[in-house]
């Protein structure tokens, strides 16, 4: 179902229970950052802030649940567009053998021609109000985390075109607010607008750009859509909303933009103009990005409709808002890579501590030796999925959405002396572990039940799965807070502490925490432990730093995730495999580049919060998540010290 508008989509949001109106004043300032971050790991409500000391509304969690995001996308589940996406591949790539198969063809082209993105004449809702002045700081840009750079707009959908070719493309950046008419433009490298940007420098021409805001919730998705260079994200956006997206010209600029959207940010880039220096950002990792250089975007006219609502976001400590327009592409984008690209792939996940690039799981029907490395290797190569730092694979009846199934299956199957890959390529410019910015390792774990020719490749004793006695065994010895970890924390008192919990659910991994002191000191720790009969069974060890509650997996598993370069951060000893997910330094690692701190908000804004809650209308009061973090914080600001 398309919708008209925001006006729209706020309406049928509340219809349906899911949007609560917060009609108290709300700074934008930190304070509608920690009253959303609060909901959004509830997996609570939309939120209308109607008060935000502008003149226009913020609408922000809309597509906070997987609910919603079907909502946006106008299907009743997130997998039913992949499969309308299946059906029509299918038929436009069946055999045509007559004249009646080709004619029964022509609903369906008729159909396909009226999703196609169209120009219309004259104005659009979006240009009902032209400002005067064009000043961006009258909406209310958020300001998220304390360490911000400054406001930023965390919604904008980004509309540039290819100068050669005038193919248009339409990306979701972040914007930093500098002045009334002047923000930063933080496009990576590896996106198509950067390309563009190149292009307009090498001809020596100004970059026309322009900026929406609202309207349809399936133009934001579409925006984020890992779409190949060329590919229109309107003609996605009107497959989506079987209807198609029409565009007006532009006041100041030669771009097009949806009619419906709510805000109209027209400008410029000049690419012979020094870069700004933008950030720091509280990034989806869950950590800022910190300062770089990028292009400096020059306001030359604002528009909006009578009635617009500012849209946001906020992208911090997993889970988020943005974890469901995530999921939302795992389930769309699984169809074309299975159709065209590796047509053995039977699911994919990505799960929410992974934040998107740093972990997939794949499963895939397996026929012959090898056939998980070569999933492994033509994924790394498929568009974005180029970034993915640690992929695992697994085949069989699992249910790879449940990631305590998947850990034990591959506990089950993988041998680390024989199942597992390092490589090395692109990784996502947001990535503080790798030695070298946006260059980095990779794994590829093999979890699948091996055939008779994988079986003969053992370098070492076979690891095999672990024997439930074994597991009770070491579950005395290595346990959480049992008589075992006391002692291993005496004899090696940089040992915060132990978690093999998992290891009495036969999966064959332990959480570390040290208090890392030295060079070479996880590597040294590392040998002793595997000195003890305690250790010489199980199959992954993670270590962590002392400051990270390991007692809680998943956030366990997201500082891992986010911490490691698996090439770099590896040691096999004999059928184990260790990882250091602790913070590199330049100190005890010759890490190089400076390291983040991860999101949490100042004491006075949770307090003030807090103060207010009642008046919200939120019901049952929310403790900040930042509470259970603020421990966890390393010394400095931005930068960790």
Known sequence: MPYRNTQHWIKTLEDAGELVRIR???????????????????????????????????????????KRMAMALGVEHLDDVGKNMEDLLKLLSSPKENLVDKLKMLPTLGSIASWMPKVVSGKGECQQVIMKDPDVTKLPVLKCWPEDGGPFLTLPIIHTKDPLTGIRNVGLYRMQVFSPMLTAMHWHRHKVSARHFNEYKKLGLKMPVAVALG???????????????????????????????ELVQCLTQDVQV???????????IDPQEEFILEGPFGDHTGYYSLADFYPRFHITCITHRKDAVYPATIVGIPPQEDAWIGK??????????????VPEIMDMSMPVEGVFHNLVIVKIKKEYPGQAIKVMHSLWGAGQMMFTKMMVVVDGDVNIHNTEEVAKYVSENFNPANDIMFSQGPVDVLDHSCSVMAFGGKVGIDGTKKLPEETG?????????????????QESRVGNQDPGTIQLKKKFPEIKNVNASLLEKGIS????SVQKNRKNHIRELNEKLFALDAFKEIKVVIYLDDIVDITDIADAVWRFANNVDPKRDYILTGNSVCFDGTRKTKEFDDFQRD?????????????????IWEKLGLGKFIPSPSLKYRSQLYQGGAVAE
């Open 457 to 473: 490749m053992t370098l070492t004793a076979a690891g095999g799965a672990l024997t439930e006695s074994r597991i009770k065994n």
């Open 24 to 66: 108290e004043y709300v700074n934008p300032h930190l304070e509608i950052t920690e009253i959303t971050d609060r909901i959004s790991k509830q997996y609570g409500p939309a939120l209308l802030f109607e008060n935000t000391g502008t003149g226009f509304p913020l609408l922000i969690n809309s597509m906070g649940t997987e």
């Open 258 to 268: 949806p009619a419906d959207a709510d805000i109209i940010i027209e400008g410029y």
């Open 595 to 611: 390291w983040p701190n991860i999101l949490v908000s100042d004491e006075a804004t949770i307090k003030h919060i807090d103060a």
């Open 328 to 341: 939302a592409t795992e389930r769309i984008f699984l169809v074309p890579i299975k159709m065209t690209m």
């Open 215 to 245: 309207g349809d919730p399936v133009y934001t998705y579409a925006a984020t859509a890992p779409l190949p260079d060329g590919v229109d994200e309107y003609m996605l956006a009107g497959f989506i909303r079987k209807k198609k997206v």
């Open 509 to 512: 991994l332990v959480f570390v």
